[in-house]
């Protein structure tokens, strides 16, 4: 089994890192595939390129403390992109059969939305993680196909033929992309929240420092 996420990794930092390592050990991932965002249907604009976000995403799935491989399905493809092709693309093309789609719950609150949402739920499980600042209750005024999916059993995912979304609650972690982005904006350095290497790119790459001019 291996896990998805897609993001726009605008830097990728120290949360992302921590919380996959969490869920490969929970669940005995394979590998996490990050699938950096060419562009957004929900229309988000990115403040680095493809490439530099690719890139910083590559320098840490090179490291051997992590089991992360970065795929360009959605680069390559270019324009506007669906989680429901690219899911569809991975399974084909990669030859992946059993997949994890992991997101968090603010983002999953927006799920019945998605292009093709209900043949997603039919291909994959989805992981939703919590955040300090949702309830996982907001779930219960979801649509029936969704609600009859949930669960906090582990064995749902490994050993069921139906898919299901789990709900994986998580220590709250204090970093997120827009923080680091302001931080360096302002001339500060993200200490603590990047890897060394990501923040020597950044520097190297001189990104995310007029951001705001």
């Not at 139906?162 to 001339?187: M, N, P, Q, V």
């Not at 790459?205 to 007029?210: R, S, V």
């Amino acid at each position: 089994m291996i896990g998805v996420l897609g993001g726009s990794f605008d830097p990728i930092h120290f949360g992302h890192i921590k919380l996959l390592n969490e869920l490969t050990e929970y669940f005995n991932f394979k590998e996490i595939r990050l699938i950096p965002t060419y562009q957004s249907p929900a229309k988000k604009t990115f403040c680095a390129s493809s490439t530099h976000r690719k890139n910083m995403a590559s320098i840490i799935a090179n490291s051997d403390a992590n089991n992360f491989v970065v795929d360009e399905t959605e680069i390559q493809r270019g324009g506007l992109s669906y989680t429901y092709d690219t899911l569809k693309n991975i399974k084909k093309d990669r030859n992946i059969d059993d997949i994890c789609l992991i997101m968090g719950l603010d983002v999953f609150l927006t799920f019945e939305s998605w292009y093709n949402y209900l043949e997603i739920l039919q291909e994959v499980n989805i992981i939703v993680l919590n955040r300090s600042d949702f309830d996982f209750a907001n779930i219960d005024s979801m649509g029936q196909e969704i609600i009859s999916r949930v669960t906090k059993n582990r064995n749902d995912l490994l050993n069921n033929d139906k898919k299901h979304i789990f709900l994986y609650e998580t220590a709250y972690i204090d970093i997120s992309s827009t923080k680091i982005r302001d931080l360096i904006s302002r001339g500060e350095k993200p200490i603590g929240l990047i890897p060394g290497p990501i923040w020597s790119y950044i520097k190297r790459n001189k990104l995310y420092t007029e951001i705001y001019d």
